[in-house]
């Protein structure tokens, strides 16, 4: 076996990945499903602190349009921070010749919108 087709992983008997089976194994495949999960539970976890942000301000005019303008601001957040995070995580994988299965994916992409969420939640307290 030459010594470029030993870096390549065997995946004839792999299931293409999808966002709920299979193995990822090439670059595009790894960001976009961490990508996708960060983006997911970043705009759900948003779109509930609009709808609490909307009940406490029920008075106002704009109140209806908070869980909205939230959302949109989280799927922003999830996709930006979410896609760079995810270049890095599948450069380490496609160099490191790894195969990431669909549950790493839906974990590192929770993972990543639950320390940006600490981050968020926590920038007051920790200012210098």
């Keep these: 076996m030459p010594f470029r087709d030993s870096l390549q992983p065997d995946t004839r008997y792999l299931t293409d990945g999808s966002l709920f089976h299979g193995y990822f194994y090439q670059y595009g495949d790894i960001w976009l499903a961490i990508t996708f999960w960060c983006t997911v539970v970043t ?3 948003y779109l509930i602190s609009g709808f609490v942000a909307s009940f406490v301000l029920k008075k106002s005019k704009f ?4 869980p909205i303008f939230t959302a949109m601001y ?3 957040i999830g996709i930006c921070y979410g896609g760079i ?3 890095i995580l599948s450069a380490i994988y496609v160099s490191g010749s790894f195969l990431l299965s669909w549950y790493q994916g839906i ?3 929770v993972g990543l919108a639950i ?3 600490l981050f968020a939640f926590t920038q007051g307290k920790l200012q210098v």
Excluded: D, E, Q, R
């Excluded at 109140?63 to 908070?66: D, E, L, Y």
């Design 43 to 45: 705009t759900i976890s």
């Design 63 to 66: 109140s209806p349009f908070i």
């Design 74 to 76: 989280g799927m922003a």
């Design 85 to 87: 995070s995810a270049l």
């Design 107 to 109: 974990i590192c992409g």
């Design 115 to 117: 320390v940006h969420l």
